[in-house]
């Protein structure tokens, strides 16, 4: 691996400076030191592997008592950093004249670590329902945290995540803890409600919001937190058992087989893909414990298919497809899964407690922010936004022709030492070799 950052990206640092955080200069050098290199980095995020990619190695050690040793909290840098994506965002969205309308999708990943990683006090084995079958369950050993993703028209981004620890996993790391420093136990509904309260305290009054997320975030206390606000509305995915008017779901589907469907076309949500149509009828009445009329779609890939999907939906006022179209923009969590896990390193942590793995995850937040705050300011009507790999490249491309000006300018400076000056940007390990 190069030693490709000879000197910081200038963009980044301007961005960094432009949350007010109230971290003093060394800390928010090292936070420079560390998102520059997880943007910059193809391979293994760990904090040894980081330091390698600067021609002046900083000592790991340093970068790992950053997120240990350091006296600063998460909020330190997540509220100046979720106030400052979202007010971009509504000033790009009032600036090309678009309704404020925010999609808030909320979701929960799982990230696998080894099997013999137990010292990690944010690892704990846990089900997987993607791998899980219904005659087999599925549990890995991770981390789970959850998600809140924000849309506004063109702009989006990663809102906060939290991490989940289960019951058991609070009770024993709080036996090795003072009474000052005990955990509280929190469900994934609890840690998505703490996001969307977050949320609504930095909204603008006027701002419509749909809250998006799948089956198993359905509950009726989540629904009735966002109805009990005029301008906010739930469209989910619904479990085929949940009852609207006292009936099942799945037993309307088998009411309402002779009447007609309505056909709906919706565009893929990856643009190479060709957009498919879909089978619809909808239910009105009410669901368990939730004193709003709501609708129920019923959706089908063919008319005779018998696994259809259940969306539920709070705003009567839109069609079916309408709701459904508003539901795609939940795909964007997806998106915010991979490049945390695949791209920026989330699980690549080697630190022990659980105040240092919350750090971490606060500034792998920041490296993702970062790129969807790029993609923003690259909006031009009747073309997307770049996307988040692009800006990933034109980060590394920048470091890439940095490394190669310096290294031109030193054999210009020492012509006869050519020799020398190529073995000082190489990596040690390379000359011991």
């Known amino acids: 691996m190069l030693p490709v950052i000879v000197q910081h990206s200038e963009a980044l640092a301007t961005f960094i400076s432009s949350l007010n955080t109230a971290l003093y200069q060394p800390q928010i050098r090292h936070l420079l030191q560390i998102v520059d290199a997880l943007l910059a980095s193809n391979e293994r995020k760990t904090l040894s592997d980081l330091s390698r990619l600067f021609k002046d190695v900083p000592d790991p050690k340093a970068l790992a008592d950053f997120f240990r040793e350091s006296p600063w909290t998460v909020d330190l840098i997540g509220k100046p950093r979720k106030q400052f994506m979202l007010l971009k965002a509504l000033e790009l969205a009032r600036k090309i004249g678009i309704p404020l309308k925010v999609m808030a999708g909320v979701d929960d990943s799982l990230g696998k670590k080894g099997k013999a990683t137990k010292h990690l006090q944010a690892v704990d084995y846990h089900h997987d329902h993607n791998e899980s079958t219904k005659n087999r369950q599925a549990w890995n050993n991770g981390y789970v945290y959850v998600e809140l993703h924000v849309q506004i028209g063109p702009f989006s981004f990663l809102f906060d995540t939290q991490i989940y620890l289960r019951e058991k996993k609070v009770r ?116 368990e414990d939730v004193p709003q009329e709501v609708y129920v779609i019923i959706s089908k890939k063919r008319t005779g298919d018998h696994r259809p999907k259940y969306f539920l939906c709070t705003d009567t006022s839109l069609s079916a497809e309408e709701a459904l179209r508003i539901y795609q923009k939940r795909w964007p969590v997806e998106v915010d899964n991979l490049y945390l896990k695949e791209v920026l390193g989330l699980g690549d942590f080697r630190l022990q407690s659980l105040e240092a793995i919350q750090k971490w995850f606060e500034v792998v937040n920041l490296a993702l922010n970062y790129l969807q705050y790029r993609a923003m300011l690259t909006y031009q009507p009747k073309h997307p936004v770049f996307s988040l790999a692009h800006c990933k490249r034109q980060h590394q491309r920048a470091h890439a022709q940095s490394f190669l000006r310096a290294l031109i300018a030193e054999v210009k400076r020492r012509p006869s030492q050519v020799e020398a000056i190529v073995q000082s940007f190489l990596p040690a390990e390379w000359l011991a070799t």
Not at 249 to 260: A, E, F, G, S
């Open 172 to 287: 024993y790391l709080n036996r090795k803890r003072s009474k000052d420093k005990q955990l509280h136990y929190r469900s994934k509904y609890k840690l998505a409600l703490a996001m969307l309260m977050e949320l609504e305290g930095l909204l603008p009054a006027d701002c419509q919001v749909y809250v998006l997320f799948d089956s198993w975030y359905a509950s009726a206390k989540l629904i009735n937190f966002c109805l009990r606000h005029k301008q906010w509305h739930v469209i989910c995915a619904l479990k085929f058992n949940r009852r609207i008017g006292k009936v099942r779901v799945d037993v309307h589907n088998q009411t309402l087989r002779h009447k007609p469907y309505q056909k709906i076309t919706l565009a893929a949500v990856d643009e190479h893909h060709p957009a498919r149509t879909y089978y619809v009828r909808t239910v009105s009445g009410q669901i």
